[in-house]
């Protein structure tokens, strides 16, 4: 990618041109050259990769091998422990939702960035709920997107009905988003009033960004295009008109990834991370950072989200 394909691009959140520089990353997850600026408006602060990747040339980012969208789970011995991570994941998620709204049959449920819809088939599953998602990515051969209504596309494409979702979640979608503003508002759009939305996006201001500087996992450049703290996430839904319930210095995701794609970042300086070599190396320092890791709700290590209502 030479810089000349880039394009410059205003501030989110206001608009502004006037920004400066924050920090520089490489595409340390998939090890593609090229590096890629972040700065920080000099309006608002909001920190976000400027210049991006055209829309039309991210998708060659999110190949076969993106951790999210891989249908296949092959890791040998260790497939179970694999598949029971990201099962607990799901769990994880269903938890954080069920304690700001019921889940019950009908339930009309949208998963923004549901990738291959695990999310969704996991409450369905256990809650009966109609599970609808959207990815810009076709992953509807996927086995587990068979009993979800998937719409491929970008989210404020997507033909849905106004005031039909009792809750819209977010996961990791946010911080991907090319007009995070647009999607919120087709979020307030699409939801019933009295509606949940919930988000998880990496935090800036956490421990694991101190800690790693430009090799922290949650610049995930170039696919991460706003880099949120919990000041700018906060404004970004008021502005949309949503009302802030609860907002939690952690998220489903777990924090180790983290801990863990940051040490391997910073040893491997941008020469990309093989997932499947690091399996073992992955689940033997997942126990060694238990003692840190079972404190994560308190120690602001990574994540965060936010739950937020559309007022009545
Ligand atoms: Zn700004």
Redesign the pocket.
């Given at each position: 990618m030479t810089t000349t394909t880039l394009e410059a691009v205003?501030?989110?959140?206001?608009?502004?041109h006037a920004?400066r520089e924050f920090v520089h990353a490489e595409d340390d997850l998939g090890g593609t050259p090229g590096r890629f600026r972040f700065v920080r408006?000099?309006?608002?602060?909001?920190a976000y990769q400027n210049p991006r990747v055209p829309l039309d040339r991210i998708g060659a980012y999110y190949d076969d091998t993106y951790i999210a969208h891989r249908k296949k789970r092959n890791w040998g011995v260790l497939t179970p422990l694999f598949e029971r991570a990201m099962n607990k994941l799901d769990e994880d998620k269903a938890a954080i939702v069920a304690r700001y709204i019921d889940l019950v049959p009908g339930t009309e449920v949208l998963d923004v960035g549901c990738a291959v819809g695990t999310f969704l088939t996991h409450l369905k599953k256990t809650r009966g709920i109609r599970a609808t998602g959207v990815d810009f990515k076709d992953l509807s051969s996927a086995a587990t997107l068979q009993d979800v209504e998937f719409h491929c596309g970008l989210f404020y494409d997507a033909d849905l009905a106004a005031g039909r979702f009792d809750l819209v979640t977010m996961w990791h979608f946010l911080e991907h988003d090319y007009d995070p503003m647009r999607s919120l508002a087709t979020a307030h759009r699409v939801m019933r009033p009295g509606a949940t939305l919930v988000i998880e996006v990496p935090r800036l201001d956490s421990r694991t960004f101190s800690w790693f500087g430009d090799r922290w996992p949650g610049l995930q450049a170039p696919q991460h295009t706003v880099l949120y703290d919990r000041e700018s996430l906060l404004r970004a839904v008021q502005r949309c008109g949503f009302e802030v319930v609860d907002y939690l210095p952690y998220g489903a995701f777990p924090a180790y990834f983290y801990l863990f794609t940051g040490a391997a970042f910073w040893l491997l300086k941008g020469r990309g991370l093989n997932l499947d070599k690091a399996i073992v190396p992955y689940f033997v320092g997942q126990l060694l950072a238990l003692p840190l890791t079972l404190f994560e709700r308190r120690l602001n290590l990574a994540m965060q989200t936010v739950i937020c209502r559309r007022p009545l």
């Open positions: 205003p501030c989110y959140l206001c608009g502004s920004s408006c000099l309006n608002c602060n909001l």
